[in-house]
């Protein structure tokens, strides 16, 4: 039994390191899109750690989140590091507010195992409720909080985190820890199609085309595909998806209905360039909309 547990608790430790170095390479090493990863970030010198500890110990938010961050990747104290997230975002700091959201929602779980962490822990009141103990896992796990989870992830988005409105849409499709909301992760998702995301476009097209979420227009649909069909070629995942639903869709039309799609493209290209290689690292293509 003891040696299950064992084993157990070797295989979160790896589940979960493995989703935290995942996690900070997408979204803090700073890889340009489509260049290879060749290292991962070094921890910090004794000065840059003074340093840092002197930016929080006066409040700077951007040195909270930056701390916390080497805490979480680093093994340092999980629950300070989730204590200087919060701080961070209670102020007002954008890329904490994502990040707090994310780890409320349970995308990324926190995991502490510092003996005089959680020695503290159970001698405190402030943290209870916070941190939970798991049976048969040692240490100690943040608590899930959706709803709070999904308030500093809107708070995130209004504040341009786009990566905030992916995971808006995720999280109110499939209903995690929250009400499903078809319409809500409708909006989200449409807000991805107007900034130029080309998967976040063909997902809008594929709910305009079934009416998830929003009024059933086809036409409207057919007209946003077009608009990647123009921009990706083929062999790229969203221009082939984009070319198979409006292969579909385009079977159900009218030439009338279709040479009306194709107007809609135009109308919809005065507001919205596809964007290639994910928002964050965006490249806009240039499609020859009125040739296609």
Same mark, same amino acid.
């Given at each position: 039994m003891?040696?299950?547990?064992?084993?157990?608790?070797? &295989?979160?430790?790896? #589940?979960?390191?493995?989703?935290?170095?995942?996690?900070?390479? *997408?979204?803090? +090493?700073?890889?340009?899109?489509?260049?290879?990863?060749? &290292?991962?970030?070094? #921890?910090?010198?004794?000065?840059?750690?003074?340093?840092?500890? *002197?930016?929080? +110990?006066?409040?700077?938010?951007?040195?909270?989140l930056r701390l916390a961050h080497r805490l979480e990747f680093f093994n340092g104290s999980q629950i300070r590091a989730f204590s200087l997230m919060s701080a961070a975002a209670k102020q007002g700091h954008p890329g904490a507010e994502l990040e707090l959201g994310r780890r409320l929602i349970g995308d990324i779980p926190m995991w502490e195992r510092d003996p005089k962490e959680i020695h503290r822990w159970a001698s405190s009141s402030t943290e209870r409720g916070v941190w939970q103990v798991k049976p048969g896992i040692e240490g100690l796990w943040l608590v899930e909080r959706p709803e709070e989870g999904v308030y500093w992830l809107e708070l995130a988005a209004k504040h341009g985190q786009v990566e905030a409105w992916n995971d808006l849409e995720r999280i109110y499709k499939g209903g995690k820890g929250i009400a499903r909301n078809s319409e809500q992760s409708a909006y989200w998702t449409h807000k991805l199609a107007e900034a130029g995301d080309q998967f976040g476009i063909v997902d809008y097209a594929k709910l305009l085309e079934k009416g998830e979420g929003v009024r059933r227009d086809s036409i409207q649909a057919l007209g946003w595909l077009y608009l990647v069909i123009a921009a990706v070629p083929p062999e790229v995942g969203s221009g082939e998806f984009a070319r198979q639903i409006a292969k579909r869709i385009e079977a159900t039309l009218t030439a009338d209905e279709i040479a009306a799609a194709r107007e809609k493209t135009k109308e919809i290209a005065t507001k919205t360039r596809v964007c290639i290689g994910g928002l964050q690292n965006c490249r806009m293509a240039s499609p020859d909309i009125v040739r296609h």
């Open positions: 003891i040696r299950n547990i064992k084993a157990l608790a070797i &295989a979160v430790l790896v #589940a979960t390191s493995l989703a935290v170095t995942m996690y900070y390479v *997408r979204h803090h +090493a700073q890889v340009p899109a489509g260049e290879p990863i060749v &290292a991962l970030p070094q #921890a910090l010198t004794p000065e840059e750690s003074n340093t840092l500890e *002197r930016e929080v +110990a006066v409040g700077n938010p951007d040195a909270q």
